[in-house]
C-alpha cells in the first residue's frame, strides 16, 4: 500500500477486512515517519520522532493497528535510513539546526559534509545571474520563494539580505553549479534528499526509535529497508537493527528484507542477518519465462532499423555510467579524488589522473556495489576491466587498487557508496531509456542484454531459491517499476510475433512520425503494452522517458522543439482515426495472450519459493506505466464487490473485468495462508508431450502451480493435444475451479480447461 495524504492511515485502516479476505497475512505500507509538506510518497522523512501528520499522525497509526489487529493481520513497514528530505529546511529540525549551527550543531554528525571548502552549498537558486538579490530577510531567517533558511546567532542584521547570507555557515548557489560542487552527500543526485550517517551509533538510535517504539509496542512485524546500498557500513546497521527490532514474545526479531537489487548471477551476502531481498530478482525470473528466445533475431533486427545501429547492452552501460560518474555525479566522484590524495606509482603521474581512473573503475563496476570482504572478486573484475579499457590510466590505477580493497580504508567505503549510486543512475534511470529493444526486460533487478530465461534456467533459480533464501519476498510490480506486471506480460506476446510487430511499428510510426529511433520504439511498445489509457499519463510517462535518457532533452536542459516533436506524435495517436483503428485491433489481437501471461505470471510468483507481496490494486488489471503514474488511486471497493461474487461461487470469464485475475490472486493468497505445510519445498514438474515446453509447473511440497506460457505458439502449433504433467499420487483439487484431479499422468487439455493456470492441493 502507498499511504499517502489523499488516502491516509485512517482510509487505509477501512480496509482490513478486505485484505484479509483476500488472504493476505499483512499489511505492507509506505513509510509511515513524517514526510516533506506535500509528499505523496513519504521516503522524503523530515521527523524520524512521529508518524506523519499528513497521512494522520499518530491518532490514525494507532487507528491502522487497531483495525489490522482486528482482523488477524500484522504490518510490514518501509524503512528509509539512508537519506532524509531537505527541500523545505523549515521543515525538517535536525537541518534547521545543522543550517544555524553549521559544524558546531548537536546534528552535524547526522550528515555527511565535507566542510573543508567552507560553507555548505544549498544549491537552490535558478541559474539567473542575479538571483541572489531575490532572497530576502524574514525575521531570523532569510527567505528565497517558498523556502526559509536560519540566520546563524548573532548574524541579524538590518543591512541587506546578501550581506547577512554572507554571514551563514551555507551558500546559496545556483542548481547549475551545485552540481559540479556539491559538498553533502545526497540520495543519489537528488539534492533535496540528505544522506544520513546512520553508521554512527547516536545517529541510529535518533532516527530509529520511533519505529522501535512501534516494533516494541508490538505493532510492526517486519520491515523492509530502503536503498541500503547507500550506507557506509550495510551488514553492521542491519545487524544493529536485526538486534534492536524484536517484536514482543519473539527473540529473533523482525522479517528483515533489503531493497537490494542483485545483477545476475550475484548473490545477496550470506553474513547479512536478513530474511532475503524485496525481490526484484523474482521479476527478472518470472518474466524471462514468458518470453519467447526465438523473438531475438527479429527484435535486434527492428532496433538496428530504427536507430541505424547495432546497439551492445555492455557498451552502452558503461558509457552511461562513465557519463553519470563524470556528470550528475561528478561531485562525489571528486570526492573520492580527494579522499584518494595525490596518488604516485611509477610513472611518476600526479593527482590528474585519480578522477578519470575513479571514474573508469566506478564504470566498470560489475554489480551495484561490493560490502568488503564480501564482493571481493567484482572489485577485481572492475579493475582489470578498467585496465585493458584505459591502459593509460593503468598504473594509476594499479596503485588505487590496495586502497579500494581495504575494508577499512575511507577511500574504500566511499568507493562502495558511490558505485552503488552510478549503477543505479547509468543503468536503472538512464540505459534502461536509451536501450529500447525489447521494454519488458527493462526492470530492475534484469538483464536487458537477455533475451528470454529457458525453462531449466527458471527452475533452477527457484531451487536455488528455496535453498538459499526461503524467506525472501518476491514480487511483479512496485513503485519503482516501470511498468506493471500486466504492462509486461502483454509486451511479453510481441516476443512470439516479431514479424507482425515490426510491420506494425513501420505503420504506426509512418502515421506518426517520432524525431528518434530509439524512442519511436519506446513509445509504440508503451502504447501496445498499455492501451487504452489517458492521453495526459501517456504525455507525463514518455516526458519521463526522454528526460531521463537525456540524449536530445533533459530536466536540467529541456529542448522545447524536440519534446514539442514527441507530443505531436503522441496527440495523432489519440487524433488519427485510422491510425487509432489500427491501434485497437493490434492490441485486441495481443491482449488475450497478454492476460494468459499475467495470470501464469502471478500463479508462479504467488506459489514459488519466498513470500509473495502484492502491489496495491494488481489484483485486477493494472496497465501503469513509470511513477508517479503507478501511485494513482485505487479502486478498492468494486475489488470487494468482485471478490464478494467469487466468493459466492462465481467463476469469472477472463476478460477485460479482471475477476479472474481476482480469483488467482485471492486463492493462491488463502492457499498461502492456511496450508503453509504445503509450501516447503521446490521440485519442477516437467510435462511430456508436443507442447511440453508450453508448460511451467512445479511441486512446493503439497500445492502444485500449473501454468501455460508461450501461449500463442502453443495455439498456432495446435493446443496442448496430447501433452501430460506427471502428478503425484492424488488427489489433487484445483483451488481455482474446484476441480479433482487423480494423480499420475495427467493431460494438461484437462488441467487447463477452465483458465490457463492450476494451482493444485493435495485433498
Known amino acids: ?42 521516503y522524503d522523512v523530515v521527523n524520524h520522532s512521529l508518524a506523519d501528520p499528513q497521512r494522520g499522525g499518530e491518532a490514525g497509526r494507532l487507528a491502522l493497528m487497531a483495525a489490522l489487529r482486528e482482523h488477524g493481520l500484522g504490518l510490514v513497514l518501509d524503512l528509509v535510513p539512508n537519506h532524509t528530505g531537505v527541500d523545505l529546511p523549515q521543515a525538517n529540525p535536525a537541518w534547521w539546526d545543522l543550517l544555524r549551527l553549521g559544524p558546531e550543531s548537536a546534528f552535524a554528525d547526522w550528515f555527511d559534509i565535507d566542510w573543508s571548502r567552507g560553507r555548505l552549498l544549498l544549491p537552490v537558486l535558478s541559474d539567473e545571474p542575479d538571483a541572489l538579490d531575490d532572497i530576502e530577510l524574514d525575521g531570523d531567517a532569510l527567505r528565497y520563494h517558498g523556502r526559509r533558511f536560519p540566520l546563524a546567532p548573532g548574524t541579524e542584521s538590518t543591512g541587506t539580505a546578501r550581506g547577512t547570507h554572507d554571514l551563514q555557515h551555507y551558500e546559496l548557489v545556483p542548481a547549475r553549479r551545485g552540481a559540479v560542487e556539491h559538498n553533502y552527500r545526497r540520495f543519489f543526485a537528488v539534492s533535496t534528499l540528505a544522506a ?156 590528474d589522473e585519480v578522477l578519470p581512473a575513479l571514474a573508469e573503475l566506478l564504470a566498470c563496476f560489475p554489480v551495484y556495489r561490493s560490502y568488503l570482504p564480501d564482493g571481493a572478486e567484482h572489485l577485481s573484475e572492475a579493475l582489470a576491466t578498467a585496465r585493458r579499457r584505459r591502459p593509460d590510466l593503468a598504473s594509476t590505477v594499479d596503485a588505487l587498487a590496495p586502497r579500494l580493497a581495504d575494508p577499512a580504508d575511507p577511500l574504500a567505503i566511499r568507493f562502495q557508496q558511490t558505485s552503488g549510486a552510478v549503477m543505479a543512475k547509468g543503468v536503472e534511470d538512464t540505459a534502461y531509456y536509451r536501450w529500447t529493444r525489447f521494454v519488458a526486460a527493462n526492470e530492475v533487478g534484469g538483464n536487458p542484454g537477455r533475451f528470454g530465461l529457458p525453462l531449466a534456467g527458471f527452475h533452477a533459480a527457484q531451487a536455488r531459491r528455496q535453498r538459499t533464501w526461503p524467506a525472501g519476498m518476491t514480487t511483479l510490480s512496485t513503485h519503482d517499476t516501470k511498468r506493471s506486471e500486466d504492462v509486461r506480460a502483454r509486451l511479453a506476446v510481441l516476443a512470439e510475433v516479431p514479424s507482425e510487430w515490426a510491420a506494425t511499428v513501420r505503420r504506426w510510426s509512418a502515421s506518426a512520425p517520432v524525431p528518434d529511433g530509439a524512442l519511436a520504439h519506446l513509445l509504440w511498445q508503451t502504447v501496445a503494452g498499455a492501451w487504452p489509457l489517458d492521453r495526459d499519463r501517456l504525455h507525463t510517462a514518455i516526458r519521463k522517458s526522454i528526460r531521463e535518457a537525456r540524449t536530445v532533452t533533459s530536466w536540467d536542459e529541456p529542448n522545447a522543439e524536440f519534446e514539442a516533436a514527441v507530443r505531436a506524435a503522441i496527440d495523432a495517436t489519440y487524433a488519427h482515426p485510422a491510425l487509432r483503428a489500427d491501434i485497437d485491433g493490434f492490441v485486441g489481437l495481443i491482449t488475450p495472450d497478454g492476460w494468459t501471461n499475467s495470470l501464469t505470471a502471478n500463479l508462479l510468483q504467488l506459489a514459488m519459493p519466498g513470500v ?60 498461502r495462508r492456511d496450508r503453509p505445510d504445503a509450501f516447503t519445498g521446490y521440485a519442477p514438474l516437467l510435462a511430456d508431450g508436443p507442447a511440453a515446453g508450453h508448460a511451467v509447473a512445479f511441486d512446493r511440497g503439497g500445492a502444485i502451480a500449473v501454468g501455460t506460457r508461450l501461449p500463442v505458439g502453443l495455439r498456432r502449433d495446435g493446443g496442448w493435444q496430447d501433452t501430460a504433467l506427471p502428478l503425484p499420487p492424488g488427489p489433487w483439487t484445483d483451488v481455482l475451479t474446484g476441480t479433482t484431479h487423480d494423480g499420475g499422468r495427467t493431460p494438461a487439455a484437462g488441467l487447463l480447461a477452465h483458465y490457463p493456470v492450476a494451482l493444485l492441493l493435495r485433498s
Request: negative net charge; glycine residues 12%; proline residues 7%.
Open 196 to 351: 544520513l550517517r546512520v553508521e554512527d551509533r547516536g545517529v541510529f538510535e535518533a532516527t530509529h526509535a520511533e519505529t522501535l517504539r512501534w516494533v516494541a509496542e508490538g505493532g510492526v512485524d517486519g520491515l523492509r529497508i530502503d536503498h541500503p546500498d547507500g550506507l557506509a557500513d550495510p551488514a553492521g546497521y542491519l545487524a544493529r537493527l536485526r538486534s534492536a527490532a524484536v517484536p514482543p514474545g519473539l527473540t529473533t526479531g523482525c522479517w528483515l528484507v533489503v531493497e537490494k537489487v542483485l545483477e545476475p548471477g550475484e548473490e545477496l551476502p550470506a553474513s547479512w542477518p536478513v530474511d532475503g531481498t524485496t525481490g526484484y530478482d523474482a521479476i527478472s525470473e518470472v518474466d524471462g519465462v514468458l518470453v519467447d528466445p526465438a523473438g531475438e533475431a527479429g527484435f535486434t533486427a527492428l532496433d538496428s532499423e530504427l536507430t541505424g545501429d547495432v546497439t551492445s547492452w555492455p557498451e552502452l552501460v558503461h558509457a552511461c555510467k562513465l557519463e553519470v560518474a563524470t556528470g550528475m555525479l561528478l561531485p562525489e566522484t571528486k570526492r573520492l579524488a580527494a579522499a584518494a590524495g595525490n596518488v604516485s606509482h611509477v610513472d611518476g603521474a600526479g593527482a
Open 1 to 42: 500500500m502507498q499511504i499517502s495524504p489523499e488516502f491516509g492511515l485512517t482510509a487505509t485502516a477501512g480496509l482490513a477486512g478486505y485484505l484479509a479476505a483476500l488472504g493476505v497475512t499483512h499489511l505492507y505500507a509506505s513509510p509511515l515517519l513524517a514526510s516533506a509538506p506535500g509528499s505523496a510518497h513519504g
Open 612 to 671: 509473495p507481496d502484492v502491489y496495491q490494486g494488481c489484483e485486477l488489471w493494472d496497465n501503469s506505466l513509470v511513477d508517479p503514474d503507478n501511485r494513482r488511486p485505487v479502486d478498492f471497493a468494486a475489488r470487494a464487490e468482485l471478490l464478494a461474487r467469487l466468493d459466492a461461487g462465481w467463476l469469472p470469464p477472463v476478460d477485460g473485468t479482471g475477476a479472474a485475475k481476482l480469483l488467482l490472486v485471492s486463492r493462491a493468497l488463502r492457499a
